[in-house]
């Protein structure tokens, strides 16, 4: 059974800094490609980050670009989300998500992780 668990979420002030990890486990990821996307509320769930398992970085949203970084730890089997620079703006659930293709649509995920919550406050 395939499993992501997200952790790392938390409040903090603007300029600030977190760390998301997503463990990845029940199954090889080797042909996968993980994905972060958030949700802030009453918005639609979007696209943050996406890398294949191989550790080939795919795209970064532009809002994103330069403040994220997305990487992989392989001795711990997660996929990380570097978050710095951090704007009231990026207050939103961030899910962890993974599929056999990439894709910036949360529609073409086939699994995701529960979600840990980001506030930054201003």
């Known amino acids: 059974q395939v499993q992501l668990v997200e952790s790392g979420g938390g409040l903090v002030q603007t300029g600030g800094s977190l760390r998301l990890s997503c463990a990845a486990s029940g199954r090889t990821f080797n042909n996968f490609y993980m994905a972060w996307f958030r949700q802030a509320p009453g918005k639609e769930r979007e696209f943050v980050a996406a890398m294949s398992w191989s550790g080939v970085i795919i795209a970064y949203a532009d809002s994103v670009k330069g403040r994220f970084t997305i990487s992989r730890d392989n001795a711990k089997n997660t996929v990380n989300l570097q978050m710095n620079s951090l704007k009231p703006e990026d207050t939103a659930v961030y899910y962890c998500?993974?599929?056999?293709?990439?894709?910036?649509?949360?529609?073409?995920?086939?699994?995701w992780g529960q979600g840990t919550q980001v506030t930054v406050s201003s």
């Open positions: 998500a993974a599929d056999p293709q990439y894709s910036r649509s949360p529609q073409r995920y086939d699994y």
